[in-house]
């Protein structure tokens, strides 16, 4: 499992997700070292920290989930939400967004617990001789 920096996007998603306290994983960013960058309200890459503009030219592609456990009776999130995985790539040239395109999406295919039921469940097998 290598590095990532991470991303929270100030400019509006093209399916209108939510992104109020997300942190979205990159590894196509310069540093892969835990930087945090912010993609703001006029489509530039700043560094989070310092507000420095980024030149990216390519793609950028970010994406985050609300799992956080798997067990074999589902799925674990950390929100007690319905699983779901939201990616997106946005296209730079020399720092200028250019189009931003993804969306997120219900994970439909495992079934889903809350972390309560998981850990109630996790307790009583603990309870076993």
Same mark, same amino acid.
């Given at each position: 499992m290598g590095m990532f920096d991470e991303v929270r996007c100030e400019y509006p998603l093209p399916d209108g997700f939510d992104t109020q306290g997300v942190w979205f994983q990159t590894k196509d960013t310069p540093e892969q070292y835990l930087q945090r960058y912010v993609l703001c309200i006029d489509g530039a890459l700043v560094v989070e920290d310092t507000r420095e503009s980024v030149p990216f030219h390519g793609a950028l592609t970010f994406y985050t989930t609300n799992v956080c $456990?798997?067990?074999? !009776? $589902? =799925?674990? &999130? +950390?929100?007690?939400? @319905?699983?779901?995985?939201?990616?997106? *790539? @946005? #296209?730079? +040239?020399?720092? =200028? #967004?250019? !189009? #931003?395109? $993804?969306? *997120? @999406? #219900? +994970? &439909? +295919?495992?079934p889903w617990i809350t972390r309560d039921v998981f850990y109630s469940r996790a307790q009583s097998l603990e309870a076993l001789p």
């Open positions: $456990g798997v067990s074999p !009776k $589902g =799925v674990i &999130t +950390d929100d007690n939400m @319905a699983p779901y995985w939201a990616e997106y *790539c @946005a #296209l730079y +040239d020399h720092g =200028v #967004l250019i !189009k #931003l395109e $993804g969306g *997120c @999406a #219900l +994970d &439909t +295919d495992h």
